[in-house]
């Protein structure tokens, strides 16, 4: 017999066969998982999303104390693109991205770009992505994990006193 929890909100039915609430963090998990592990085997240059950098252009200025010709570079543009496929908004390519692999793109950038710094993943060692993280934050190297205390031996050693040295 159905129970009072046997009521589905979504299609009004009792017992009906909707399919349960997809876990969002574990998808998010999965694709950061994903990501890590597709830089690790591919190397960062293959990374699904980039910015493209434009040169706006330069200008010349007439330096009147060195009597010379100054060269200025204005700023750089970033145009956000795809780079295997040129889709016109990042909304069109999420989608694709989504649909081609099935992975959230934030998750699997998230987990690329941490492989990518070298990073640990923050799926396996939540520990280790902290330590590397903070000191990445604090620009000093990534600090071993905790020492193991040197142990020293419950006898005491020996002495040879026939050694010649």
Request: hydrophobic share 35%; aromatic share 12%; glycine share 6%.
């Amino acid at each position: 017999m159905p129970g009072p929890g046997d009521f589905c909100h979504g299609c009004n039915r009792l017992l009906c066969r909707c399919l349960p609430e997809p876990d969002v963090d574990a998808h998010y998990e999965a694709s950061y998982e994903a990501g890590h592990e597709a830089c690790l085997a591919d190397g960062y240059s293959e990374r699904p999303m980039t910015e493209w950098v434009y040169q706006t252009g330069s200008r010349a200025k007439w330096d009147a104390e060195a009597k010379c010709l100054r060269h200025h570079m204005t700023p750089l543009r970033f145009a956000k693109l795809t780079w295997r496929h040129r889709h016109a908004s990042d909304w069109a390519y999420i989608l694709w991205f989504e649909r081609q692999y099935g992975y959230d793109l934030e998750g699997y950038l998230a987990g690329f770009d941490d492989a990518g710094a070298g990073l640990p993943s923050a799926v396996c060692d939540e520990r280790a992505h902290a330590r590397a993280e903070a000191a990445l934050d604090a620009y000093e190297p990534v600090p071993d994990p905790e020492p193991e205390p040197i142990q020293s031996p419950p006898q005491a050693v020996e002495v040879d006193d026939w050694m010649p040295f």
